[in-house]
């Protein structure tokens, strides 16, 4: 790999960390970090006319992310080859709380709506897992980044 | 990435094509984006302004925060992976000169700071819409000028 691209990885890291920042505020602004508030936006809240999401309606809004997850991991997590850290437990370790966080922060408001309501501290509990580990990731990707010896 | 390891992309028989493909694609994307915002979003100072901030003479509604921040948020994955995707496939046929780094340089700042003077538009002050309007147009014109080159790169040199 080429010095040169070092470039395009770096900014792609500034893409990375502006798209979470842009979804924690849309998680702010429509499901919100207070439970009994995330809560009502899925299963409605009458005192502020919040109807109860559907099965459907979740699928509607998941699908995008489905795909926007997954190509997004990837990408960033493919990085992870290009540093000294590759061959590390805890990177493993990190690589499957990053994708088993995802699966959830995804699929559990069908949990919340169709299981139990439990399942709200699941669903911000992985979102905050997910936003914490990715710059995690970004700083292990700027920490080695330097010190590669690019042909 | 594969692309980044071959030797002679001029000579693959299928990267080559790949790579026109994804190229000529991603010409159509940035140009119909233009068409698109100029529909919707608006590219000119005037209509984005009537976009996020409405007009009582005009009847116009302001866009909603929840809406706002879904389409910023959109913008920025959509942004994140076209010039990402472009701007490895141009250093590549461009064989990383001086030149090349400057211009992928250049639109990649142009566009970071195209999406973050949006929110500062929309949060702060209207005065950022000339900001995002013409770091819009400076990224779509380097991204074209990478694309365009590319292929002239991958077919010509």
Redesign the interface.
């Known amino acids: 790999?080429?010095?040169?691209?070092k470039?395009?990885i770096l900014?792609?890291s500034?893409?990375?960390l502006?798209?979470l920042m842009?979804?924690i505020?849309?998680f702010e602004?429509?499901i919100g970090f207070d439970v009994q508030r995330a809560l009502g936006y899925y299963i409605g809240n009458k005192e502020l006319f919040v109807a109860a999401k559907t099965n459907g309606g979740i699928l509607k809004l998941v699908l995008p992310h489905i795909f926007?997850f997954a190509?997004?991991s990837m990408?960033v997590l493919?990085f992870l080859i290009f540093t000294k850290f590759r061959n590390r437990v805890f990177v493993k370790v990190l690589l499957y709380t990053i994708l088993v966080s995802q699966f959830f922060e995804i699929f559990s408001p069908f949990l919340i709506i169709n299981i139990s309501e439990i399942f709200i501290y699941l669903k911000i509990s992985s979102f905050f897992i997910y936003i914490s580990l990715i710059p995690i990731v970004l700083y292990l990707l700027f920490d080695s980044i330097a010190q590669i010896k690019f042909r | 990435m594969k692309f980044t390891l071959i030797k002679d992309l001029k000579q693959d028989s299928v990267m080559k094509p790949i790579l026109s493909g994804l190229l000529f694609f991603i010409i159509l994307y940035l140009v119909s984006d233009i068409f698109v915002k100029d529909l919707g979003f608006g590219i000119s100072v005037h209509t984005i302004k009537l976009t996020l901030f409405g007009s009582e003479e005009e009847f116009l509604d302001p866009i909603t925060q929840a809406s706002f921040l879904e389409f910023w948020h959109v913008e920025i994955f959509f942004i994140m992976m076209i010039v990402f995707t472009l701007s490895t496939i141009f250093i590549r046929v461009s064989n990383a000169s001086k030149s090349a780094i400057v211009i992928v340089n250049l639109m990649m700042i142009s566009s970071i700071i195209s999406l973050i003077s949006l929110p500062f538009a929309y949060f702060f002050s209207s005065e950022f819409i000339n900001i995002y309007v013409a770091t819009f147009f400076i990224w779509h014109i380097l991204a074209l000028f990478c694309a365009f080159y590319s292929l002239k790169r991958l077919h010509y040199a």
């Open positions: 790999m080429h010095r040169a691209y470039i395009s900014y792609f500034l893409f990375t502006l798209l842009s979804g505020m849309i602004a429509k926007g190509l997004l990408v493919h």
